[in-house]
């Protein structure tokens, strides 16, 4: 697995504070802020290699807002799908999982970690192929809950679906096509939310195998919602029915 580059000084902050191993930084030269000289005293604490560059060096990343910090991070690990679950049961008999098919947009899977670190997910699942990369434009939307949120990369799909029905984890669609609506559905116990592809929505494969389906309210006349937005709403739905 190649090394990672991340932009910007709250993604390098979180890497660090989640242990993320760092290679290398830099700095754009001249930059004279409180937050950059934050990032500044950490790495040299930490003993982090840093270069200082002209504005040049970094011109490449200018798309990416990265507030002249630019760094390179060992890759992300993911972790196999059982012992992640059976590591979680061991802590609630409650989990939340939130299972991803074709969601292959880096920014919505940033989105979507981001949602899931507030509302105590406690793993995302996603297919070895056909899944949104896990770089650096996915690590900054997240605003590092990337480094938060174990992943779980699996070979399909469907097979983490039958595990999860192994361990009496419910899982539940969130789609257009369903008659229900998230508020009327009991989302108390063991759950994995599944989310599908603003285009294509939950594949048949996918679809055919879930124990639930439910669908958002739309007032106006539009048929979905952004994915992670509709990822958002949905796990604070679960969140308010927990919190009772």
């Not at 739309?218 to 796990?235: K, T």
Request: aromatic fraction near 6%; hydrophobic fraction near 45%.
């Amino acid at each position: 697995m190649e090394a990672i580059t991340i932009y910007g000084i709250h993604a390098i902050l979180e890497a660090i504070n989640h242990d993320k191993p760092i290679e290398k930084v830099w700095l754009l030269k001249g930059v004279k802020n409180p937050q950059f000289d934050r990032l500044l005293n950490v790495l040299q604490d930490q003993h982090i290699s840093i270069s200082f560059v002209p504005e040049e060096r970094l011109q490449r990343f200018e798309a990416k807002n990265h507030q002249g910090a630019v760094a390179r991070i060992a890759p992300v690990k993911t972790h196999a799908l059982e012992p992640l679950i059976e590591q979680v049961l061991t802590q609630t008999t409650s989990p939340l999982f939130v299972l991803l098919d074709g969601i292959t947009d880096a920014r919505n899977f940033g989105a979507i970690l981001r949602s899931a670190a507030a509302t105590g997910v406690h793993g995302v699942i996603i297919p070895q192929s056909g899944s949104a990369p896990i770089n650096g434009d996915a690590i900054k939307t997240s605003a590092g809950a990337l480094f938060k949120v174990p992943i779980a990369r699996v070979a399909h799909l469907k097979d983490a679906i039958m595990l999860l029905h192994a361990y009496d984890i419910k899982t539940v669609g969130i789609t257009e096509k369903a008659e229900k609506l998230v508020y009327q559905e009991d989302f108390s116990g063991a759950l994995a939310l599944v989310m599908g592809a603003e285009d294509k929505g939950i594949s048949k494969g996918v679809y055919a195998l879930l124990q639930q389906q439910t669908k958002l309210p739309m007032v106006a006349d539009m048929d979905s919602l952004n994915v992670s937005v509709a990822c958002a709403v949905s796990l604070y739905e679960v969140v308010r029915q927990r919190l009772g």
